[in-house]
């Protein structure tokens, strides 16, 4: 039986920006992560907009939407067993200032809104958004 799982991961703006994407992937790599595909894409505000329509209603909306579209950012499709939730602990809490030490978003995080990785927070909302970047 193939127990493996498979989640979406975003490599955001503030860290393709400071050229973390290498040194980042090799943290998955590292924790047994595959990266079974990825590409650098630049998205528009609309499309930013349509991925993150789950926080339409939130006041940060906007700001995160315009933040999201403002410069390259990595998607990856990332597979290992227990994917979802083993993703989730290697980035750490939302804002870095919460993150434990040896997450991603405590090393590498600037603020709650620039906090370098997304990660899908469930094995549904992981296949949607995996559609959504990887649809081909
Ligand atoms: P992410 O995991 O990409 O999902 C939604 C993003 O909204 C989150 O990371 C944060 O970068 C951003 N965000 C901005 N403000 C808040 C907030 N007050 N609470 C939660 N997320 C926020």
Do not use: W
Request: glycine share 6%.
């Amino acid at each position: 039986m193939n127990d493996k799982e498979q989640t979406l991961s975003i490599i955001k703006p503030d860290a393709v920006e400071r050229n973390l994407q290498d040194e980042i992937k090799q943290e998955f790599i590292g924790k047994g992560f595959e990266i079974i595909k990825e590409k650098k894409i630049h998205i528009s505000k609309e499309e930013a907009e349509k991925f993150y329509k789950v926080h339409e209603s939130k006041p940060f909306y906007n700001d995160l939407c315009a933040y999201l579209s403002s410069g390259p950012i990595v998607v990856m499709n990332l597979q290992r067993k227990n994917a979802v939730i083993e993703n989730r602990k290697l980035m750490g809490a939302t804002n870095p200032k919460d993150a434990e030490d040896g997450t991603l978003r405590k090393k590498y995080g600037i603020s709650i809104d620039k906090n370098s990785v997304h990660g899908s927070d469930s094995v549904e909302n992981a296949k949607i958004e995996l559609d959504f970047f990887f649809n081909d």
